[in-house]
């Protein structure tokens, strides 16, 4: 059983930056692909980011060349790196974990807020 732990929401301006950071238990991460997705208020989740577990990564199109996703193995986590943050960024962040030949996400962690004010 894997369990996912974010970290680094919080308040920032505008044009500022935050790095969200998602621990997984369990010594078989790099057997899975991790992705980011993120629910604004009163709006379905929705999804932000993926690097499989050979390091490919794909974005959502909102967010390109914006945030970056990225993950170190030996310590079991996965990265977003957030720039140029805009009020529509606001959401609760989630990151998630889907086994390698699996087809959809298998865990998901609690969430981490993000406001981000104009």
């Known amino acids: 059983q894997v369990q996912l732990v974010e970290s680094g929401g919080g308040l920032v301006q505008a044009g500022g930056s935050l790095r969200l950071s998602c621990a997984a238990s369990?010594?078989?991460?790099?057997?899975?692909?991790m992705g980011w997705f993120r629910q604004p208020p009163g709006k379905e989740r929705e999804f932000v980011a993926r690097?499989?577990?050979?390091?490919?990564?794909n974005y959502e199109d909102s967010v390109k060349g914006r945030f970056t996703i990225s993950r170190v193995n030996a310590k079991n986590t996965v990265y977003l790196q957030m720039n140029s943050l805009k009020p529509e960024d606001t959401a609760v962040y989630y990151c998630?974990?889907?086994?390698?030949?699996?087809?959809?996400?298998?865990?998901w962690g609690q969430g981490t807020q993000v406001t981000v004010s104009s």
């Open positions: 369990g010594r078989t991460f790099s057997r899975y692909h």
């Open positions: 998630a974990a889907q086994r390698v030949g699996h087809s959809s996400y298998d865990h």
């Open positions: 690097i499989t577990w050979g390091g490919s990564t």
